[in-house]
Each structure stands twice: as C-alpha cells, then as structure tokens.
C-alpha cells in the first residue's frame, strides 16, 4: 500500500495509507468502528478504487491493469467474511465449487480441489450438508476452504472470527495458522479484537480515522506501544495497571514498567542491578506472555536510592537491552 486515499464525498475514509506486507506474513490491521477497516479491506480486494495512491501486488499495481489481467489477479486474493456469506441453497460441497465453476475448471479438477479443501479444513463428513445446519465455526471453515478454492498466494480476513465464540475464535485462528505454514499462505487480517492480532499475527498496523498511527511487529508493539490509541486496545488484551499501584509507590523512588523479551526474560537483571548499584526495588506488579513463540515478560518496580544510584540502574538496564517506561 502506498500513500492510499479514498473519499466518499466529503468524507475522508482512508488518508496516506501506506505499509508493507510480506510474503507469509500474517499482518492485522486493528481499529476501532469508523476507523476505515471497511474501506481499507474493499480497496485490497479490488473491491473498491482509491482515490489516489497505489495497491502493489508482487510489484504489480493493481488498479493500473487491463480488465483481463485485474481478473487473473483477483484469483490470487481471496476473502472470508465475518457472517460467512455462504449460498444457503449450495451443500457444502456445492459452495467451495463454486469460485472454480466461475473460473472455468474442469469437473474433474473441481472434484480433486474440492476434496482436498474438505479435508484440509476438517468437514470431510459435511460434504453434502446444507448451511443452515453448521455451526458457527464450521460456516466460517466452509469460507475459509471456498476462499482458498483457487490457490490464491493472499488470504484477506474481514472480522472473520468476530461473530464466533471464544472457543471457536481459537479453533479458527488455529486453523489460519496451520494454513499459513502449510501452504506458505500470506494473510491479511481486519480486526478490532487486540487478541486476535495478539494470538495470529506476526506485525501489525493501528488503524486510527483513516490513517495508519503505528505499525510494527507485533511483540515491539505490545512490549513498548507509542501511540495513545495503541495504548488504549493493549488495556483490553493486556493488564491494565491497578490504580493502588501509584499509591504504593514511593515518593522519592522512580515508577518503572520494565518489559523484558527472549532470553532477557531469563536473565537475572534485578537482583544483578541491585547489587551493583545498591538500590532497593519493591515489586509491586509483574506478568508474562507468550508472543509468536517468545516469552515477553513486564514488571511493574519502584527503585529508590541516591539520585545517582537511580540513575546509573536506569543506564544499566538500557545497557542490557531492558525497556524502562517511567510511570
């Protein structure tokens, strides 16, 4: 995306969007109703022209194409929905079919394609089922394998887990993930649910009143947010501090949230800070996670001491690849 702008009217519905997705990528773009998810989604599956900037797909742009080539792009992108779309007339079976009857594939290749789909999403047995009686998740497996049908290289996901239960949500992101590493799948994921993105992705992008305000890896973004917006949806996914915190803190000590990742995690950086530098540090909140298989670890301190002393326990926790917020 380069410097993508879209106006309904007078309305400013994107501004100046611009990030990058790689090949593999599970990249989720997060923000809050109004914020133009909607138009943003539209605009990547060619649903909707910009108004100005450029869509690159493999370096191809791809509202500069012919008819004819737009057609052979849009089978390299494909889409799932929040409330699954799915033809309630159609079995099962009938609706992954059908995105390749469109293309024109054979009977013989529907039949071999449609097969695998079933089975690589789990309804095998639900081959000859109707919608109307599937569950919630196994609706948004059948998306899931339709979307899928025509071995497309992008995978854009519209809120696709937001009408799903918790348990389900976690089926489905577990399956989005099988799918990334099996099928070298890059996915582009719309949310406004912190730990979807928190759970699935890989980087990330805060979607804010049509601009991008933060992008990044996901484990930089939820270990040291800048932007207030960020800070707002990490308190529904992380823990929010507890107001007593700031009346148990000292006050001549310095308030620090420390987050550690990886082996840092690991290392004894406290007690070796307090030793050295002959400050007391009072603990007085601390959690870890599990983020894209890399423990990422925060600790909520009140250091007190000599000015110096707090000072150089600062530098030195810098020195050893420690952030330090001041609260």
């Not at 000859?128 to 899928?148: F, M, N, T």
């Not at 071995?151 to 239960?165: F, G, I, N, R």
């Not at 700031?246 to 082996?263: E, Q, T, V």
């Amino acid at each position: 995306m380069k410097n993508l702008t879209k106006k309904y009217r007078s309305v400013d519905a994107l501004t100046d969007v611009s990030f990058t997705v790689e090949k593999g990528d599970i990249f989720g773009i997060i923000g809050a109703s109004g914020a133009g998810k909607s138009t943003l989604i539209r605009c990547l599956a060619t649903l909707d022209k910009p108004t100005s900037g450029h869509i690159l797909l493999g370096g191809a742009d791809i509202f500069s194409m012919t008819k004819c080539d737009l057609r052979t792009c849009r089978q390299n992108i494909g889409m799932i929905f929040q409330h699954f779309n799915l033809l309630s007339s159609r079995t099962v079976w009938q609706n992954i079919a059908y995105p390749l009857e469109i293309c024109g594939f054979s009977k013989d290749a529907i039949n071999t394609r449609v097969e695998e789909l079933l089975d690589l999403v789990d309804l095998k047995a639900k081959g000859d089922v109707y919608p109307a009686c599937l569950s919630g998740g196994q609706k948004q497996r059948v998306g899931i394998a339709r979307a899928l049908a025509a071995h497309p290289e992008v995978l854009l996901c519209d809120e696709a887990t937001s009408a799903l239960d918790p348990k389900t949500t976690r089926d489905i992101l577990a399956l989005l993930q099988r799918l990334n590493k099996e099928l070298d799948l890059t996915i582009v994921l719309i949310t406004h649910e912190m730990d979807v993105v928190k759970e699935l992705c890989n980087k990330m992008a805060v979607l804010s009143k049509g601009k991008i305000v933060e992008s990044g890896s996901v484990i930089d973004i939820f270990r040291d947010p800048k932007h207030p917006i960020t800070k707002e949806f990490l308190k529904h996914t992380t823990h929010e501090l507890p107001t007593e915190i700031f009346k148990k803190a000292s006050p001549a000590g310095i308030l620090l949230r420390l987050s550690f990742k990886g082996n840092e995690a690991k290392e004894p950086v406290i007690s070796q800070m307090i030793k050295r530098f002959g400050v007391d540090v009072n603990i007085l909140y601390g959690w870890s996670e599990l983020l894209q298989g890399i423990l990422v670890g925060n600790l909520v301190v009140d250091i007190t001491g000599p000015d110096a002393m707090k000072q150089a326990s600062l530098a030195y926790l810098s020195e050893n690849q420690v952030h330090a917020e001041v609260l």
